[in-house]
Each structure stands twice: as structure tokens, then as C-alpha cells.
């Protein structure tokens, strides 16, 4: 009977992990470039608790510059780096997921500007 239950947790587990996971990759949101052009800056705006995620698609041995300005505020490349306000690296051929947020938890909505340029 325990190890039922302890199987039955661990699929329910692995269940619930991937449904976050595809809402996750739902809800960010893709940065493309304008037309003769390699960077781009969004602005936008961080809730406490909260975080915003965009993705950029690369091509392999390029090197992309990623800065983020405000107050309190970092980013993450998932799988690259963690807590960052600004980071280089040569680029695989893939599509990276830059999550932003709040640095320390602040109760205030928090302003940034993220740079991304990509050559």
C-alpha cells in the first residue's frame, strides 16, 4: 500500500511540475527585432512577488549583451547565469528564457529597462 501511494505522489508531482512549466513558457513573452537592427530595450514594470519572462531565439556563435537598469532589479538566463544586471555570452543555436525580477522583494512595483544585443 505505501509504495501505491508513493508512486501515486510522484506522478501527481510530475504532473503538476509540467503543467506550471507549459504556463510558464506560455506567458513569456518574445523579444524580436526590428528590422535592420540588433538590440532592442523594453521597458516594463515588476509587481512584488512577481516575475516577468521573455525568450529570444539565437543563432549559434553569437554574442549577446544583456543589461538590465532600475532600482532593485536582475535578471536570470535559464541554464546560462542567475541574478545578473548585465551578463555577455557566445549564444547556442536555441531559444533562451530571461526571466526578470525583483532583486529583494520590495512592496512596491519596481520599473526596469532590459538591452539585449545580439551580434
Known sequence: MTTRKI???TLALTLSMLAVTAAWAENC???RFQRGHSS???EGVVPPDSALCYQITTAA???ADIAISG???MF???GVTDAQDKYRFTTEKKTY???VSQLMRSVTNEPFTLTIAIE
Do not use: C, L, P
Open 7 to 9: 508512486t501515486i505522489f
Open 29 to 31: 513573452e518574445t523579444i
Open 40 to 42: 532592442a530595450a523594453i
Open 61 to 63: 556563435g553569437q554574442t
Open 71 to 73: 532600482v532593485n532589479m
Open 76 to 78: 536570470s538566463i535559464d
Open 97 to 99: 528564457r530571461i526571466t
